[in-house]
């Protein structure tokens, strides 16, 4: 291929992707699965890598590359970024509404109306259609650039869409963290015992201030425009509503809120109809915004100090309420998390009665320095459970009680561990603890753990509900009279899994081992567990030091796996399963020889066409060990599609790189 036509080839790839990204971040309506969407990423990446002189600045593949900066410089706004007046009540609106009439002389106002989003204000500036600079609000007339970071928002384009811009434009909006990436965000922090975030709009603003793109660019931002700044042409349309068409029209992502609505009326409705949807909206606002939708009519109000006369921000009722903590109890979740919950005093918060509060975990519970009897600040965000925002200390009564993690799960009455350095606590009752009943049962049946044939989880669930079945074991004295009295059961699927209940008895140890969902123990490591201790027994009897003598298992898995073997009654369900026939052939230690990859080391890199848990299961059952990182002691890297900067280490390290035909050659050798 001459060099033009690759050059055109990738061009052609960048204006499928973005527009790609319009249907999906502006229109909300994509054309294209994200795997296509993936894949069209993919060949534009191969491409460039393969002539990086081919690669463009506003090239998608180009978002996240920017290295991490000391300090953000500073940016003036030659317009300012201007505030907004705020209307607590009806009756503020009436009176804003009424200003504007006497100024403008008019009876009837059309005003322009959007969701007030809870974010962070910015100013993205494109010439000639590219994005070159991306500044935070500041002071309104001086911000910082943050551009690295406001490249890695896939709402953003780095190119505006058609043609015809004006060859300045500078667009304003507010980027914001949707409630879901927000709640899943907090939730990876929790879990590894980091700082969690308050509400979505610190969140968005700590991930836009990083000095490091890259940790940026894996936080769910998003944006919306409502307004520009400096403009090399005179307007985009006559009134705000028409202006912000064009906007869209140039691929930025505009409110699907935005409404005409006319005179007083029509923003009291629009507020009362927003109050209601406000929840269902997957990202916080606290109010809406109101403007004047004439251009002409905004330039003759002007503005008033640094905020606009025609416009003003009409505000939701406090999403916060005081009350009193009565009591903190425990739940557990579904994977055993044994959650404290604090029961209060019911309260009226943003409409909403609330009962109760979630603590998270005990460190939330220590840092937030809860007690029962305590006066604390309680806040409902949306649809999500409200949280204890925190307490007052000079409220607190002589009677004030400490929290206390309880030593025995609440529901099943198994220990309750939290292991060091994890903030979970947790009960041992796995199989056992009714709480966790239905996933540890899924688990236990499904492909990689027993592989029981038609046991889905819906299937799981009746017989648990229904009470037929306590833990895996009863599964094995399932009758065909039960199973047949079940939804959709005919005779037929009855004996079908009857028949893959039998068949599931003969199984490894391995695999027993796994099914068993000791936390922690996954595919490899019930693997090697096998393998170390060659038999159940030795395993049961294992002290957590033995444990830790095992290749890759550290003092967390230990734990785990010998509380786990501690509690009675998983003991009790290991020997029902026994009982009911469960069986596999004596583990051999294999000798040197059948050990054909012992003292080889992988590292599985990119996409392949099985879960890389399961390669590498297969390559430690030969011996060798497999890890995350590519040094010069790997002897062999296996990549798959759009293998990354592991590939290029083995590369300048020399190491013997394999696809999965070369993988596959390598272990047909071994057999
Ligand atoms: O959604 C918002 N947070 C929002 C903020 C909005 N929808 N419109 C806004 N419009 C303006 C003007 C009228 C000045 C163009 C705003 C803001 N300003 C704003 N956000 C932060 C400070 C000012």
Sequence with gaps: ????????????????????NYRYYVLDDPEIPDSEYDRLMRELQALEAAHPELITPDSPTQRVGAQPLKEFAEVRHAIPMLSLGNAFSDEEMADFDERVRKLL?????????????????????????????????????????????????GAIPLRLLGEGWPAVLEVRGEIFMPKKGFEELNRRARKKGEKTFANPRNAAAGSLRQLDPKIT?????????????????????????????????????????????????????????????????????????????????????GFVSRAPRWAIARKFPAQEALTVVKDVEFQVGRTGAVTPVARLDPVEVGGVTVRNATLHNMDEVKKKDVHIGDTVYVRRAGD?????????????????????????????????????????????????CPAQRKEAIKHFASRRAMDIEGLGDKLVEQLVE??????????????????????????????NLLDALERSKETTLAHF????????????????????FGSLEALEKASEEELQ???????????????????????????????????????????EEELPLKGKTFVLTGSLSRPRSEIKVELQALGAKVTGSVSKNTDYVVAGEAAGSKLDKARDLGVTILDEDGLKILLASTA
């Design 1 to 20: 291929m001459s060099a033009a036509s690759i050059r055109a080839q990738a061009e052609d790839l960048r204006r499928q992707i973005d527009y790609h």
């Design 105 to 153: 002389n008019v009876e009837q106002i059309e005003y322009s109306a959007e969701p007030k989003l809870d974010g962070l204000a910015i100013s993205l500036r494109y010439e000639k259609g590219v994005l070159v600079q991306g500044a935070t609000r500041g002071d309104g007339h001086r911000g910082e650039d943050v551009t690295s970071n406001v490249r890695t928002i």
């Design 217 to 301: 660019a894996t936080r769910p931002l998003s944006f919306y425009a409502y307004g520009w700044g400096e403009l090399s042409v005179e307007k985009l349309g006559d009134s705000y509503s028409d202006a912000m068409a064009v906007i869209k029209e140039y691929g930025l992502p505009v409110s699907p809120e935005l409404k005409v609505v006319q005179g007083l009326q029509g923003c009291l409705d629009y507020f009362d109809a927003m109050a209601r949807k406000r929840d269902s909206l997957d990202y916080e606002i606290d109010g809406v915004v109101f403007k004047v939708n004439d251009l002409q009519q905004q330039e003759r109000l």
């Design 384 to 432: 999500v459970i409200p949280e204890i925002v925190r307490v007052l200390p000079e409220r607190r009564p002589k009677t004030a009680q400490e929290v206390v993690l309880p030593k025995h799960c609440p529901v099943c009455g198994s220990d309750v561990i939290k292991p060091e350095g994890e903030a979970v606590a947790r009960c041992t009752g796995g199989l056992y």
């Design 466 to 495: 229904q009470e037929l079945i306590h833990d895996p074991a009863d599964l094995y004295s399932l009758t065909r009279q039960q199973l047949m009295g079940l939804e959709r059961m005919g005779e037929k699927s009855a004996q």
């Design 513 to 532: 081992l796994y099914a068993l969902g000791i936390r922690e123990v996954g595919e490899a490591t019930s693997q090697t567990l096998a393998q170390q």
């Design 549 to 591: 003598e095992t290749p890759d298992i550290g003092p967390i898995v230990a734990a785990h796996i010998a509380a786990f073997f501690h509690q009675p009654h998983n003991r009790e369900v290991i020997d029902k399963l026994l009982q009911a026939g469960i069986h596999w052939p004596a583990v051999e230690t294999p000798s």
